[in-house]
């Protein structure tokens, strides 16, 4: 295993003030008045500093933080051997902006990704900011290789919010409510959900009704196969609800693309680095795209996303595509970091804490009326709260609450989908922080179900 990360004054939640503190409402007072109102915030915590998987806030709070930054600080917050790499980094360059000039630890992760990466083929790798710079990537490669201009993304996914993202994105109406029109040539198939099929299938049938409304009804009224690029896939749907779909859906995906010659494309942004307990989760069902996007962990917190394809499809013009920070040399410095600290035990503790977590969950669908599902894989976790168990109605409210309840007991937690609640933590995190949230959490369930 890696170093352990030095905590702050605890490993586990302490807290010293009413929520929110006096600094913190004055934060927020100050936040409402000069940034964008867009930013969803779910609960008011004001950060401070991090270390390992604790949140301290600017009223002495101590948080355990099982967002992660939204599954971005893989290694945990401010992991000592990550703030070194970045102080030697940008002690020595910052910028140069690698679109028009070299530097060599560019290229170093670019070998480093073409071997963690699926697929026993040259690769290429374009750097970019982000998951969406990666997607926009993927979206224009895509067509560029192909000669062909549609694209078929998945009812629940969600992208990015740049436009070529976002008009794959069909994760909720609000992301989307005026800002069309997107960009044409855009298919939404439906995504194999079991628990709540979107073709009303059985859950053990789901995966291949969706695949045959895709293949018999899209492909055969919306679009001929000869017309879509690309095929662009969540191996396991974040923001639709840490959706995990059978591994026969994303193998028949496969098996479409390579048929007719679509490219298969895989967003591994929320997925990736680690975060299932393999470096990617399409390996969990044995699947090869032809382009994979990374982003959120791939730099334990810096901003960084890379679109890594077979090296005969990057095969455009300079000029044809460029981003002035993408690969920043010290941002690239993190991920080589991340990546070592990944390979030295963390993707092993996030396999072998994910199952633990997941076996001690799984009889709170028995146990508790509003958990419909326990589903993910590693340390990519999801409760699906419903208000009926036949019916299924999303327990909307619930979640919402479920959530604010932990932040007030000291635990950090996120929504997605209609009324899944996530656990996405550091890859850090020990057999005592996790039985620690799992206790916060169904204390803050329990309230909620007695009220």
């Known amino acids: 295993m890696t170093k352990a990360v030095p905590a702050l004054e605890a490993k586990l939640p302490q807290l010293k003030t009413p929520l929110p ?3 913190a409402r004055r934060i927020v007072k100050l936040d409402e008045r000069y940034i964008s109102p867009s930013y969803t915030r779910p ?8 270390r390992g998987a604790v949140v301290e806030d600017v009223d002495g709070n101590l948080f355990l933080d099982f967002s992660a930054g939204i599954a971005v600080v893989a290694t945990g917050h401010c992991h000592p051997e990550v703030v070194q790499a970045v102080q030697q980094q940008a002690a020595e360059l910052l910028h140069m902006s690698g679109t028009d000039f070299y530097y060599e630890n560019m290229i170093t992760l670019a070998q480093k990704l073409e071997a963690i990466t699926p697929g026993d083929f040259p690769k290429r790798v374009f750097y970019g900011n982000s998951g969406a710079e990666a997607i926009e990537c993927a979206l224009k490669l895509a067509r560029y290789a192909t000669g062909r201009k549609n694209f078929i993304a998945f009812q629940g996914c969600f992208h990015g919010r740049t436009y070529g993202a976002l008009s794959l994105t069909a994760s909720k109406s609000v992301q ?6 997107f960009l044409s040539g855009v298919l939404h198939a439906p995504y194999a959900y079991p628990y709540r099929c979107p073709v009303g299938a059985p859950p053990e049938k789901c995966a291949q009704a969706c695949l045959n409304f895709l293949e018999n009804v899209l492909l ?18 974040g923001e639709g609800g840490y959706v995990v ?5 994303l193998q028949g995906l496969e098996r479409l693309c390579r048929r007719h010659g679509m490219l298969l494309v895989m967003d591994e942004v929320q997925t990736g680095m680690g975060r299932t307990g393999r470096w990617w989760a399409c390996q ?7 382009i994979l996007c990374i982003a959120k962990g791939i730099a334990s917190g810096l901003p960084l996303g890379a679109c890594v394809a077979r090296a005969d499809l990057m095969s455009w013009p300079p000029g044809a595509h460029a981003s002035t920070f993408g690969g ?8 080589l970091t991340t ?17 633990t977590i997941l076996g001690k969950l799984a009889d709170w669908p028995r146990r508790h009326r509003l958990v419909g599902e326990v589903r993910g894989r590693g340390l990519m976790i999801g409760l699906e709260l419903v208000r009926d168990k036949k019916t299924k109605e999303p327990a909307r409210e619930e979640a919402k609450a479920l959530v604010e309840g932990a932040f007030h007991r000291g635990l950090l937690l996120l929504t997605c989908g209609a009324s899944t609640v996530r656990l996405v933590p550091p890859l850090v995190i020990d057999a005592e922080q996790a039985d620690c949230a799992l206790a916060l959490l169904e204390e803050a369930l329990a309230e909620i179900e007695n009220r």
């Open 21 to 23: 503190g006096p600094e």
């Open 43 to 50: 609960y008011p915590l004001v950060a401070r500093r991090g």
């Open 176 to 181: 989307r409510e005026r800002f069309g029109p």
């Open 220 to 237: 055969k009224t919306v679009s001929a196969p000869e017309e879509v690029a690309a095929i662009i896939v969540e191996p396991i749907q």
């Open 339 to 355: 990546i070592r600290l990944i390979e030295d035990g963390l993707m092993e503790n996030a396999r072998r804490l994910g199952d």
């Open 328 to 335: 920043n040399p010290v941002s690239v410095a993190a991920a």
């Open 245 to 249: 779909p059978p591994d026969e859906f």
């Open 284 to 290: 969990h069902p044995g699947v090869t795209p032809d």
